[in-house]
């Protein structure tokens, strides 16, 4: 074995997924992370050279092996697994400074949102008007009435053209975003307050039509805007739905108050499977493919589509890529203090239980890569969680109360909260620690939304105030 104790180390090359890439092989102990990827690119046949980080355990790699065999005592004997980990060939800067605080609304911001390309913004309000921001002029560009009541949740079609809004009195109202004018009439049927809206994604219909809302009287509801009708009414939960999702595959994912998750087909609205598991409301669902579902077609290049079979065909294959050969993951955070990983294409039982917040757990978010997963909880902290396997990695503290609300940046390697102490923080997911802490709102900050373009982060709270970063 004096291969193994003379200068090289018996190597494993993994994947993010656990898959072997070739068998072991012995590299010396002068190769480090440069050396390493320049491997792996050649392993993979990569065409254009991508950026891997590697790691061992749950650290990143920043030695060389032979130092890190050192620093850690470890034993040549053993063979050393280095999982490879693709990173985005862009890189985010961190917003650092507050670039422009626009009054308009008058009572609190509860939801705020950009545009697929992230060149436009929409807010929703307890004043129950839904604005619209000019982003380069930093002005408000339209105040759209039309609700009775709070304006809860507002959300985007994937191909950029129409905003839905859901109010605490049950209806839904559709916007068009170039000239905030109201299509049509309110989408009614719903007996209690919007909790949550979800599109279809655009790789599975362009121009998107179909969107999907979560209410408190215990249904989920598809609507088709070019009937203006209900068209699928989701019913089976016990108690308020609380979250909704549109997952990539075509199955829709409700999470609700009678501690159940389920799984939808949505062609007849039939019930395909329940999750099961927590011991309390769930709050929260994240879908591990949720960014490029939230994108459609639009990346971080700024290409734009002339027809809506392009965007399709574009979408789809963000999708596919992204997706890979893994089955789509979804994770549910709960008042039980606990999250829950699945794969359900694959199993009704869940993949891993992720327990360690002291209180409920608000908000979960799974990085743009899907290999992280952040959750944001009433204890204050924000926790950070392998996306793939569920393992805790990290705890982020510094907040001093409540954690309301998360975003990442494009390329999965900051991550933003938003909480009641007033603040923003970043957070750099290399080293865990606090990047970046943002005072500026005068109040509790309920709604973040990080831009898809990377370029510039939103907020909005109590003080009514929509606050602008930049970096």
Known sequence: MENGSHGSVLCQLVSPEGEHLEAPVYLPHNVGPPQLQDIVNKLLHNEEKLPYAFYIGDEELSLQLGAYMQQKNANVEVTLRIVYQPQAVFRIRP?????????????????????????????????????????????????????????????????????????????????????????????????????????????????????????????????????????????????AVTCVKWGGDGLIYTGSEDCSIKVWETSQGKLVKTLQGHGHWVNSLALSTEYVLRTGAYDHTGKTYSSAEEMKEAALARYEKMRGNAPERLVSGSDDFTMFLWEPAISKQPKARMTGHQKLVNHVYFSPDGQWLASASFDKSVKLWNGITGKFIAAFRGHVADVYQISWSADSRLLLSGSKDSTLKVWDIRTRKLKQDLPGHADEVYAVDWSPDGEKVVSGGKDRALKLWMN
């Open 95 to 239: 917003v650092n400074r507050c670039s422009a605080t626009i009054a308009g609304h008058t009572e609190a911001v509860l939801a705020v949102s950009f545009s697929p390309d992230g060149r436009c913004l929409a807010s929703g309000s307890g004043d129950t008007t839904v604005r619209f921001w000019d982003l380069n002029t930093q002005t408000p560009l339209f105040t759209c009435k039309g609700h009775k009541n709070w304006v809860l949740c507002i959300a985007w079609s994937p191909d950029g053209k129409h905003l839905v809004s859901g109010s605490k009195s049950g209806e839904l109202i559709l916007w068009d975003p170039k000239t905030g004018k109201q299509l049509g009439t309110p989408l009614t049927g719903h007996r209690k307050w919007i909790t949550a809206v979800s599109w279809e994604p655009v790789h599975l219909q362009s121009p998107s039509r179909r969107f999907v809302s979560a209410s408190k009287d215990g249904d989920a509801r598809i609507w088709d805007i070019t009937t203006r009708k209900c068209v699928i009414s989701l019913a089976g939960h016990t108690n």
